[in-house]
């Protein structure tokens, strides 16, 4: 069992119940992701996923302009070269863990979600907006290449074409467009996001955790699968769970 509680300076972790709470905490910076949140934020996530008793996760970010503007930029400036401002982002690696939690994952989004914000919500399993959401992704025309995902996981949640005419544009797109596309899955009224998204965590966390990890890792590993070979996965999933009731 871990701890309910830790105190990070750019990254919040609590737990009620079942459900654990990640906050992403820069407000000043709209929660710019730098090294010390990427630190931070792993050893959060590592928290929640080693954590029995965590059925559910909830990602947000605080301030009330946004869930996450993206990479802080200002730290590639002091790096020698991109090269090894990538490489500094890729020593830990976050987004594998992402993908390895095998438990409901719920983002609550709000105000600027940019870049590896979105990058980071497309890693989470259900997705809920507030009416002020706007998504875009600003790699491309900042001279980069989408490198925490993006070119992977945003043709996996809107399809090839959506994606590669977002990356290229690093165009706006509100909230109800970003459902439309289904970037997100349900919108809220913005005063009602962290009930929405915090309700959906305990009703997920009520549910037997087997079965919800077996259907989550069918699905996931099933899509880089042959059709045959995920029927058997699931197959075989399917009666793991069922023997560990």
Same mark, same amino acid.
């Given at each position: 069992m871990v701890g309910s509680d830790m =105190?990070?300076? =750019? *990254?919040? @972790? #609590?737990k009620k119940g079942n459900v654990a709470h990640v906050v992403l905490n820069r407000p000043r910076v709209i929660n710019a992701y730098n090294m010390?949140?990427? %630190?931070e934020? @792993?050893? $959060? +996530?590592?928290?929640?996923?080693d954590d029995t008793d *965590?059925?559910?996760? *909830?990602? #947000?970010g605080s301030g009330e302009r946004g869930f996450c503007a993206g990479a802080d930029l200002t730290e590639f400036g002091t790096a020698p070269s991109l090269a090894i401002a990538r490489q500094v982002r890729w020593e830990r %690696?976050?987004?594998?863990?992402?993908?390895s939690i095998r438990k409901p994952m719920i983002a609550a989004l709000h105000g600027f979600v940019i870049g590896s914000g979105v990058e980071m919500a497309c890693l989470c399993d259900v997705r809920i907006a507030s009416e002020n959401a706007v998504f875009s992704m600003p790699e491309v025309a900042l001279g980069m290449v989408p490198a925490a995902g993006g070119t992977q996981t945003l043709p996996r949640v809107v399809g090839a074409g959506t994606a590669l005419e977002l990356i290229l544009t690093n165009r706006s797109v509100?909230? $109800?467009?970003? !459902?439309? +596309?289904?970037l997100v899955h349900q919108i809220v009224a913005n005063g009602d996001l962290m009930m929405t998204a915090i309700s959906l965590a305990e009703k997920l966390a009520s549910r037997d955790p087997a079965a919800l990890s077996a259907a989550k890792s069918a699905l996931v590993d099933g899509? %880089?699968?042959? +059709?045959d070979d995920g029927l058997r +996965?699931?197959?075989?999933?399917?009666? !793991?769970?069922k023997s560990s009731e």
């Open positions: =105190t990070h300076p =750019t *990254v919040l @972790y #609590s010390q949140m990427r %630190d934020l @792993y050893e $959060s +996530l590592a928290a929640a996923k *965590v059925r559910a996760l *909830v990602l #947000s %690696d976050i987004w594998g863990l992402f993908l509100a909230a $109800s467009e970003a !459902k439309e +596309l289904g899509l %880089d699968m042959h +059709l +996965l699931e197959k075989r999933l399917a009666m !793991k769970a």
